[in-house]
Structure formats: C-alpha cells, structure tokens
C-alpha cells in the first residue's frame, strides 16, 4: 500500500514534466558541472540550451508572462547588442581579433531566448540548487587537483580550464550560492549537506588567489546576511552575521593568502612612489594594470560616444607607447582586466550604461522575489 502511493506520487510529480524538460535539466546540470573543468562542453551546452529555446519560440510552443522589469532587461541586452554592432562598424573593425571578441557579445545575445525558455517551462527548484551545489564541489575538486600540495600550503594557482580570475569568482558564487540553498532546504536533513559544496566553493576560490574576487566577499557577506537574518531576532542575527565574517578571517590565516595580499600592497606602493614609467619598480602586476586602466580612463574621455571600436585596443595601446605616456612593458598586458572599463572604450559611455543595465535589473528582480 505504502509502496504504490509512493510510485503514485512519483508518477504525478513526474508527469509535469516531458522529454524535452528532462534534456534541458539534464544540458543545464552538465552546464554547471563543466564550467570550470572544461569549457568547451559547457559553451556547447550554453549553445544547445539557446537552440532549444528559439526552437520553442519559432515553433510558438512557449507561454510565458513577464513583468516590466524582466522585459526591460530583455530589451538591453538586444539594445546592447546593436549597439556593440554599430559602434564595431562606425570605427571600421579595427582588428580581425575583434571579430573573435564579438562572439562574446552573441553568447550574452542568447541569453534572451535562454531566459525566455525557462520563464516558460522553469526548471524545479530543488534541481537548480543541486546544479550549482554539483558545481561548486566540481570547483572545489578541480582547484585540489591542479595545485602542488606542499607542506603548509600548494604553489600555483587553481585555473580550471578558464584562467584563476574566472574560476576563483565562479567558485564564490557557487559557493555563497550552494549557502542560501541552506536557506531554502530550511528544517531538512539535506540542508546541511550543502555545507560540502560551500566549503568547496571557497576553497576553490582561496586556491585561485584571485585578489580581485577577494574584494567582492563584503558585498555577498552583506547580502547573505540579510538573505537568512531579516527576520530573525537580534541575536540570531549577530550569530549568522559572526558566523558569515569567519569566511575572511579563515582566508587570511592562509600563508599564500596573505603572500598575495602583501605583494599587492608592496607594488601599489613602489608604483604610486615611483614616477619614471620605464622604472622596473612599477612593471608589476598592480603597475601594468594601473598603466592599462590609465590608457582606457584617456580613451573614453578622447571617444566617450561610440568608443574605438571592439578589438581597437591595440592600436591605442600602441599610440600611448609612442607618445611615452606609459612604459613599453604594457605589451605584455593583452587586455584590461576590467570588464567595465574594456566596454566604455569599446563601444562608448552608452554602450557602458547598457552592459551595466544586463547586471542592475536582474538584481532589482531578484530583491523583488527575495521579500516574498
């Protein structure tokens, strides 16, 4: 008896679903597991979830409603596109590798049939906390294995197939992700099997020593707290709240943690000390990218409308050597490391304001649906 109602339950919860729901889960869960071990895979599958989706919108098989800000944010991302599409033909493609940094911009294109797909046939949420918990223990094994362990600390840097910068700042958001799962498992066993997956997260993100991902952990530790504490009492709120500031406080007790950090404040210094830009003192890591910054803060000023194009970095580079405004060495950097700073120069202060609205409106949607 007990038995058939089991079966029973199982088959009703199942029938919501058809064939083409269970190979969208299944893609996007080989998505999450692929990410940072190998990003070849997950580009197909990020492929494949758009094909389906303008598949489902071709053959008008999707029903969906969209509030106003969810359209909005549609609407930028294809405003964004066109007018990367212009600004890369007003400045006469600069460069064949601009073709090559325009795929980027068609991947965050299909974000809209992706998106539209998922608002249509949403997958459970139970599997989405899973995805990014599998994810983050992926992260987490990924960053053990390509690190030299040695006595006290590894040497090296955990990459996974996407470079340290990329995967320490996935790892942390899976990670922080993987703790409001705990959240929403509230009162249950499973809640506290995605500790595994936050420590692991974290972990990977330590082993990136990824200075720039550091940065960011106030920010998710603020919003985290407010996630799990609003509506606790006072000393609940302060246990989650010491609690959550123990994840930077355990970060720097690591020895290449606190390498990291020092030699990024010793270069700052030589730099801002040092005013000879063929100086070897400011030709480190923080110098070179405050030299780079320093060309795209003068080009956006230069071309604040339609940018220098995509892929006309070089050629402005090159023109800031020749005039000895920065040393030669900044050859050596092949881009900006700053996302935000590489669209302003590329596609102007527009194009800035519509890559800015991809990031902003999906964080408005998401406080709307936290209160509820």
Known sequence: MVITKIHQLKSDYFSKYDWLDLIIVSVAFLFYATILWDISIARSCYLLLALIGLYLIITRKITYELSKLEKLFLWSIAAYFSWILITYFINGMPERGGRWIMNRQLRILLIIPIYLMLRSRPIPVNAWWLMISGGAIVAGLIGITQVNWAPGWPSGRAAGDIGAILFGGISLCMAFMSLTGIKYFSGKKIALLFLVPVCLGLLAMILSQSRGVWISLPFIILTVFWIFARKYSIQRKILILLTLIMIPVILLQFPATQNRLKI???????YIQN????????????????????????????????????????????????NKDVSKIVEVIPHSHNQYLEVAVYSGLLGLALHLCIYILPGIVFYQRIKD
């Open 264 to 270: 990024g404040i010793t270069n700052f210094n030589k």
């Open 275 to 322: 005013e000879n830009i063929g100086d070897t003192d400011i030709n480190n890591s923080v110098g070179l990218r405050i030299e780079t910054w320093r060309i795209m803060f003068n080009t956006v000023k230069e071309n604040p409308v339609f940018g220098i194009g995509i892929g006309g970095y070089k050629a402005e580079r090159q023109r800031h050597i020749e």
